[in-house]
């Protein structure tokens, strides 16, 4: 959510540029309002931040490669002021986690002007009015049924139901789920895979270009995703393993190629709300994890606390977070974690 001069004043600068570049997440939301704003002025660069959603220093090579007129930063919890100090050109920063003090950028959050947790992709989709379908799966894909799902269900009944009420549905019992899950895969594998396959989700006019396979770019896009999900179905397979009596479900797996952690810990916590979700990836010395709890539950206050005693980073909303944990220090962290939490009840 924006304010009208908010929006006015990014789309001013969306119609005035003529080289912008965007940095956006790595997840259904980041990868949505890019395309929002990408689709609308119709040029530019857009680039991934994978890991860690930060902004360095560093990523002002990316910015002299490709000389720009303007920076757009989406979706991405944390930019560092060496980087916009560094920064030639003007940064339009759109998010909405936890707000941050920073100079020399211009900054919106709804969080700040209206105390208020709104997804990127709705605030996108206020600046350009268009591509509906594309703001409904950034919006559900991070969990906010937005104003507009009305008008998408008008427009795509067979997508999202009348029957379906809440995000929990739409994600594991519509169409439109399978579309968020599409999104989030196209971003999965080797650097030139995605951006082929973002090359192709841009050119995509209708949703059912994907879901039916009707045009080259939504065949080309249907394909990766299948096979993405075989991957994914494994695991989540194996992770279902996992269920005990115990308050923690816990699954972590090796992977060099893959991640998959913030996908599985989404449908675990749907699945079973109750719990706290603990999916890690094994990589290098690290586990790398997505955590999910229900609602009550601040996670994010319990994660910051236990971090404090283990060797690891992390940080994100109440109920969802990220974050790194050396190996040597995971089972530690668990324990911990757990009575952490135990204090909230």
Same mark, same amino acid.
């Not at 816990?250 to 913030?262: E, G, M, N, P």
């Not at 109750?274 to 229900?294: F, H, T």
């Given at each position: 959510?924006?304010?009208?001069?908010?929006?006015?004043?990014?789309?001013?600068?969306?119609? &005035?540029?003529?080289?912008?570049?965007?940095?956006?997440? @790595?997840?259904?939301?980041?990868?949505? &309002?890019? /395309?929002?704003?990408?689709?609308?002025?119709?040029?530019?660069?857009?680039?991934?931040?994978?890991?860690?959603?930060?902004?360095?220093?560093?990523?002002?090579?990316?910015?002299?490669?490709?000389?720009? @007129?303007?920076?757009?930063?989406?979706?991405?919890?944390?930019?560092?002021?060496?980087?916009?100090?560094?920064?030639?050109?003007?940064?339009?920063?759109?998010?909405?986690? $936890? =707000?941050?003090?920073?100079?020399? !950028?211009?900054?919106?959050?709804?969080?700040?002007?209206?105390?208020?947790?709104?997804? $990127?992709? !709705?605030?996108?989709?206020?600046?350009?009015?268009?591509?509906?379908?594309?703001?409904? !799966?950034?919006?559900?894909?991070? *969990?906010?049924?937005?104003?507009?799902?009305?008008?998408?269900?008008?427009?795509?009944?067979?997508?999202?139901?009348?029957?379906?009420?809440? !995000?929990?549905?739409?994600?594991?019992?519509?169409?439109?789920? $399978?579309?968020?899950?599409?999104?989030?895969?196209?971003?999965?594998?080797?650097?030139?895979?995605?951006?082929?396959?973002?090359?192709?989700?841009?050119?995509?006019?209708?949703?059912?270009?994907?879901?039916?396979? $009707?045009? =080259?770019?939504?065949?080309?896009? *249907?394909?990766?995703?299948?096979?993405?999900?075989?991957?994914?179905?494994?695991?989540?397979?194996?992770?279902?393993?996992?269920?005990?009596?115990?308050?923690?479900?816990?699954?972590?797996?090796?992977?060099?190629?893959?991640?998959?952690?913030?996908?599985?810990?989404?449908? /675990?916590?749907?699945?079973?709300? #109750?719990?706290?979700?603990?999916? +890690?990836?094994?990589?290098? #010395?690290?586990?790398?994890?997505?955590?999910?709890? +229900?609602?009550?539950?601040?996670?994010?206050?319990? /994660?910051?606390?236990?971090?404090?005693?283990?060797?690891?980073? +992390?940080?994100?909303?109440?109920?969802?977070?990220?974050?790194?944990?050396?190996?040597?220090?995971?089972?530690?962290?668990?324990?911990?974690?757990?009575?952490?939490?135990?204090?909230?009840?």
């Amino acid at each position: 959510m924006l304010t009208k001069e908010q929006e006015q004043e990014i789309k001013t600068v969306l119609d &005035s540029s003529v080289r912008p570049f965007y940095f956006f997440h @790595d997840d259904p939301d980041g990868l949505s &309002s890019f /395309l929002l704003l990408y689709r609308y002025n119709k040029e530019g660069k857009g680039y991934v931040v994978k890991a860690v959603p930060n902004i360095r220093g560093e990523h002002n090579k990316k910015i002299e490669e490709f000389d720009p @007129d303007v920076v757009f930063i989406l979706d991405l919890a944390i930019v560092d002021q060496e980087f916009l100090d560094s920064s030639k050109v003007q940064v339009y920063w759109i998010d909405h986690h $936890t =707000p941050l003090s920073r100079e020399k !950028v211009h900054y919106y959050n709804p969080r700040i002007t209206f105390k208020k947790n709104i997804p $990127t992709p !709705v605030m996108c989709y206020q600046i350009v009015k268009q591509d509906l379908w594309i703001a409904t !799966v950034g919006a559900i894909g991070d *969990w906010y049924m937005p104003e507009y799902a009305d008008d998408f269900r008008k427009k795509y009944p067979d997508l999202l139901p009348e029957n379906v009420k809440t !995000v929990q549905e739409a994600l594991y019992n519509s169409k439109v789920g $399978t579309l968020v899950k599409v999104f989030s895969f196209l971003l999965k594998g080797t650097t030139t895979n995605v951006y082929k396959n973002i090359k192709a989700l841009s050119r995509i006019n209708d949703p059912k270009e994907i879901l039916e396979q $009707t045009t =080259p770019q939504g065949k080309f896009i *249907w394909k990766y995703y299948k096979k993405i999900n075989q991957d994914y179905e494994k695991s989540l397979k194996e992770a279902l393993k996992k269920k005990t009596n115990e308050r923690l479900i816990v699954y972590t797996y090796s992977s060099d190629k893959l991640s998959l952690t913030k996908d599985l810990a989404n449908e /675990l916590i749907a699945r079973f709300p #109750d719990k706290i979700i603990i999916l +890690g990836r094994e990589k290098d #010395d690290e586990v790398r994890c997505s955590m999910r709890a +229900g609602e009550g539950v601040r996670l994010d206050l319990a /994660l910051q606390k236990v971090l404090r005693s283990v060797e690891g980073y +992390g940080g994100g909303h109440e109920q969802a977070c990220g974050g790194a944990i050396k190996k040597h220090d995971f089972q530690k962290f668990l324990k911990l974690l757990e009575e952490e939490l135990n204090k909230q009840n």
